[in-house]
């Protein structure tokens, strides 16, 4: 059985204490889920303040991105996987459409950014996802097939234990247009159906596909009765702790 996982991420969103009191009402809120991993996003500036006031709860906390490079050096404005790492991360959000969009991100780009990820040890949670031309010229399917061609060269078979993989439509993202959860399963079987051929049977059945793109307390549920469907990963909704507390406990 694959646990699943409720991410919020927050974006460039909540100064540093608005961060902390987000995260201090979320604690007490999902203390009794243990039916589900339950992981933060926050912005680089309260990541590590974040984590510390987390400690020793079952929230865990994610970077949003990090650098291609792992060594430190002269990269002005980048964070290393290790940065997060020691800052408390365990997770990194990797190739989000929006910096895929907005910030020129590449696959290259992607694929090295998880190598780092996971050669520092933390867990990479990869976006894919098509835009609506896409979809309505009936490409969604190689889109997505070319992002994890793309990002996933190179991973061995004990890097995959590192790797979730959140399936983003970019038409669904801050929309309110949900993909409903059959067009959501359908995305979702042909990922894992792709991790089946590339690296086989059990990565295959191990991995976790998240969901994104307008997830919301009430409509959570019925995207978690799809059989591939593993989790959320939510924005606007995450950013209230009752809000993403409703979605952890998407099982009454
Ligand atoms: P919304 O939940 O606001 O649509 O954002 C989804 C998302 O981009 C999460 O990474």
Redesign the pocket.
């Known amino acids: 059985m694959r646990k699943p996982v409720i991410a919020g991420?927050w974006k460039m969103y909540k100064l540093i204490g608005d961060a902390v009191s987000t995260a201090l009402a979320l604690r007490p809120l999902v203390s009794n889920a243990n039916h589900c991993e339950i992981v933060i996003a926050p912005p680089f500036t309260a990541l590590k303040v974040v984590a510390d006031r987390l400690e020793g709860s079952n929230i865990q906390v994610a970077g949003q991105d990090c650098a291609t490079e792992t060594k430190h050096g002269a990269h002005t404005g980048e964070i290393a996987a290790n940065m997060l790492l020691d800052a408390g991360a365990t997770h990194v959000?990797i190739g989000?459409s929006e910096r895929r969009q907005h910030y020129c991100e590449s696959d290259t780009f992607v694929q090295r950014k998880i190598q780092a990820a996971v050669a520092t040890g933390l867990t990479a949670i990869m976006?894919v996802g098509e835009s609506l031309a896409q979809r309505e010229a009936g490409t969604a399917e190689s889109v997505v097939k070319g992002q994890l061609n793309g990002g996933l060269r190179g991973l061995t078979a004990t890097d995959l234990n590192r790797i979730m993989i959140?399936y983003?439509p970019v038409w669904?993202?801050?929309?309110g247009r949900t993909a409903t959860p059959d067009q959501a399963q359908e995305m979702h079987s042909f990922v894992r159906g792709i991790f089946n051929e590339k690296f086989g049977g059990e990565a295959s059945e191990r991995l976790r596909i998240l969901y994104?793109?307008?997830?919301k307390p009430d409509n959570i549920a019925s995207l978690m009765t799809a059989p591939d469907i593993d989790g959320a990963?939510?924005?606007?909704?995450s950013l209230d702790a009752e809000s993403f507390a409703g979605i952890v406990h998407y099982n009454g």
């Not at 669904?172 to 929309?175: D, E, F, L, Q, V």
């Not at 994104?212 to 997830?215: E, F, K, L, T």
């Not at 990963?233 to 909704?237: E, F, H, K, P, S």
Request: aromatic share 0%.
């Open positions: 991420n959000i989000h976006c959140a983003e669904a993202i801050g929309t994104g793109g307008s997830v990963l939510v924005g606007g909704a």
